[in-house]
């Protein structure tokens, strides 16, 4: 089984909403935290959001902060991170991944999804 798979991204105006999804295996959703991190072209990726395993701790970026909502199902292994009033600048490949601790820096983080391409045109 594939540790984590994301699903959900395409091509949104301006001001709309998009819904990630992040399926993991059962052994990978059980790590400490499970984040969202995007990357830009030849930038290395930035963390967004992460949830703790039992969903009592979140965390986010400032500049997405009431935009960006991440939530998780444990009954279905599975992440969500939901974006509202999206902007150009959050156009990037989004990725989930797992780590046993929490952290903003993606170098913790050892089980990564593919990405999946968030476009946000103006």
């Known amino acids: 089984q594939v540790p984590l798979v994301e699903s959900g991204g395409g091509l949104v105006q301006a001001g709309g909403s998009l819904r990630l999804s992040c399926a993991a295996s059962?052994?990978?959703?059980?790590?400490?935290?499970i984040g969202w991190f995007r990357k830009f072209p030849g930038k290395e990726q930035e963390f967004v959001a992460a949830i703790s395993r039992n969903g009592g701790m979140t965390y986010s970026l400032d500049s997405v902060k009431g935009r960006f909502t991440i939530s998780r199902d444990n009954a279905e292994n599975s992440v969500y991170l939901q974006m509202n009033s999206l902007k150009p600048e959050d156009t990037a490949v989004y990725y989930c991944?797992?780590?046993?601790?929490?952290?903003?820096?993606?170098?913790?983080?050892?089980?990564w999804g593919q990405g999946t391409q968030v476009t946000v045109s103006s």
């Open positions: 059962r052994r990978t959703f059980s790590s400490g935290y």
């Open positions: 991944a797992a780590a046993d601790v929490f952290s903003r820096n993606y170098s913790t983080y050892n089980v």
